[in-house]
């Protein structure tokens, strides 16, 4: 016999309760409408408003701890499950404004992978990593390096635009990481490029500012780690796109490469 609705709710607050859960807000989420022409003839995304969920619904929002942090038992990790489990992801807060998960794009097994903080607005109306101006200027410094977008993998920290493109909270970091560690054992770069502070704080857990540290390199499972600025502050900041290429070039040399003799300037 089909569950009245409240039923279900009870059934729901109940699963609530196991999950450690001691209240939950009154105030009702009200998703922000897209306002761009992209946004408005995109597919959106699986969206749930503030209806109550069904228990089935509910047994995929679980909290951000409980992200798997390895494929389920006898399945193998790739690219495209990763994708796909993301794409169904209720472990922190972002899924509620988000209109695309944005997993990231590139190659298997690049020289190097770069990892930036999160989806801004275009990145979540197109559901892929760095296409608006940060990621123009970001492909420039590919191709100053002497490669092309399709040559590299380019990821975030978190895989849902924070509202209003703030920073991701810590919860939402730890919450989102397991996904990107499989990403990183899937796709087996030989190098990995830390964009920004918040990515810094993310993967090689140190809480400091990106001017301190850009230029230094860290170890993450045994992966070297370059940290350098991100794109979006080079653009506030143009000068500083002269530390950023020389961070670049020490990347180029741990490859054994050379920049091309004549760098586009990023
Ligand atoms: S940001 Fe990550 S953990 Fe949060 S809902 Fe999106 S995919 Fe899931």
């Keep these: 016999m089909k569950k009245s609705l409240s039923e279900q709710a009870v059934e729901y607050l109940e699963y609530l ?27 959106q995304a699986p969206h749930r408003q503030a209806s109550t969920p069904s228990p089935v619904e509910a047994a995929s929002a ?97 895989k849902c635009r924070p509202p209003g493109n703030r920073v991701p909270s810590p919860d939402e970091m730890a919450g989102c990481m397991p996904y990107l560690k499989r990403q990183i054992a899937i796709i087996q770069p030989k190098l990995i490029v830390c964009l920004g502070a918040t990515a810094v704080r993310g993967l090689v ?18 992966i070297p780690v370059m940290l350098t600025f991100h794109p979006a502050y080079l653009l506030r900041d143009p000068r500083k796109k002269v530390e950023a290429w020389a961070d670049l070039k020490a990347v180029l040399a741990r490859l054994g490469k050379t920049p091309p003799t004549m760098p586009a300037k990023p």
């Design 17 to 43: 309760k196991e999950q450690g859960l001691t209240h939950v807000p009154a105030s009702k989420k009200i998703r922000p409408k897209p306002t761009s022409v992209a946004a408005a003839s995109k597919p």
């Design 62 to 158: 679980l909290p951000a701890s409980s992200v798997p942090s390895a494929p389920p038992a006898g399945g193998v990790d790739t690219l495209e499950s990763l994708k796909a489990e993301i794409a169904q992801c209720h472990a922190c807060p972002l899924w509620e404004t988000r209109l695309h998960t944005v997993p990231g794009q590139g190659i298997l097994h690049p020289d190097i992978m770069f990892i930036g903080e999160g989806p801004g607005q275009n990145e979540d109306e197109q559901g892929l990593a760095f296409v608006g101006k940060a990621g123009q200027l970001l492909t420039k410094m590919i191709q100053a390096m002497g490669y092309a977008r399709e040559d590299v993998f380019i990821a975030n920290i978190v």
């Design 205 to 222: 857990q140190e809480q400091t500012s990106i001017s301190r540290v850009r230029g230094s390199w860290r170890e993450f499972e045994g």
